[in-house]
């Protein structure tokens, strides 16, 4: 029985550059999800997206992104949603110095870490940006903070837009390291760049935190290039961590 009654719960993700929507039936199993970009579109494409679902009895909303589309989403969700909660409490102790400037995606990720982990763990989630953060387990959760650099895409755009007589790449996750011509090495400081930086900031976060040997989970829509950086720790990947952390967020509402 969920709350609300039997039914589906959405949880949505707006990102950097995406809104992420996640279905869920009995028993937290993922069962449906879609992703839009932001335009003029995304109220008709959402609408359309949730036309033929199910009755959705309960939504949470998380949003690091403008007003203007966090609120054109919270008006088509209140059409099709029994109950609408935006920004639900993630249910952690936040020891950041500035916890109101903590994006809320990465706190619901670090409760799906705690959810998978069972114990302190490390969350690192690689999108148009990378973060990779610390949190234990002590008292119900507490997120200690981390560290945020650029994603692979990011960075491609960056070299591009900034270097004379540099141009766009599509980062591949499978480069190597020896770019045998200006494309082939940029390609290869983006993809072997970011992996580096997501193992040494993996063992730095985690080592300061107290935490050297803690496990980690892994999600984001560019969690592809950093999947083998992290040898000898344990790795748990789920694609919709964020999500499943809101969800979790939700559940515990009274």
Not at 40 to 59: F, G, S
Not at 82 to 111: F, K, Q, S, V, W
Not at 115 to 123: N, P, S
Request: glycine share 14%.
């Amino acid at each position: 029985m969920t709350r609300g009654g039997r039914g589906l719960r959405l949880t949505v993700d707006c990102g950097n550059s995406r809104a992420k929507l996640a279905l869920w039936g009995e028993g937290a199993e993922c069962v449906g999800g879609a992703a839009f970009a932001y335009g003029a579109d995304l109220v008709r494409e959402v609408q359309a997206w949730l036309r033929d679902r199910p009755p959705i009895v309960l939504a949470g909303l998380s949003s690091v992104t403008t007003d203007v589309a966090s609120e054109a989403l919270c008006e088509v969700l209140a059409e099709r949603v029994g109950d609408l909660r935006i920004a639900p409490d993630p249910g952690l102790e936040n020891r950041t110095r500035d916890p109101a400037g903590t994006g809320l995606d990465r706190l619901y990720a670090a409760r799906g870490a705690l959810f998978h982990a069972g114990r302190a763990a490390i969350v690192v989630d690689v999108g148009s940006a990378m973060t990779v953060d610390a949190v234990l387990s002590e008292g119900g959760g507490a997120f200690l903070g981390g560290a945020i650099a650029p994603g692979p895409e990011l960075s491609a755009r960056a070299l591009a837009r900034e270097g004379a007589r540099l141009f766009d790449v599509t980062p591949d996750p499978g480069a190597r390291a020896l770019g045998r011509d200006t494309a082939e090495a940029i390609g290869s400081g983006i993809a072997v760049g970011v992996r580096g930086a997501a193992r040494t900031l993996a063992d730095e976060v985690a080592r300061e935190a107290g935490i050297p040997d803690a496990p980690l989970a892994l999600t984001g829509g560019a969690r592809a290039f950093v999947r083998d950086a992290f040898p000898g720790r344990q790795v748990h990947e789920d694609a919709d961590l964020v999500h499943r952390g809101l969800l979790l967020a939700l559940e515990a509402l009274p």
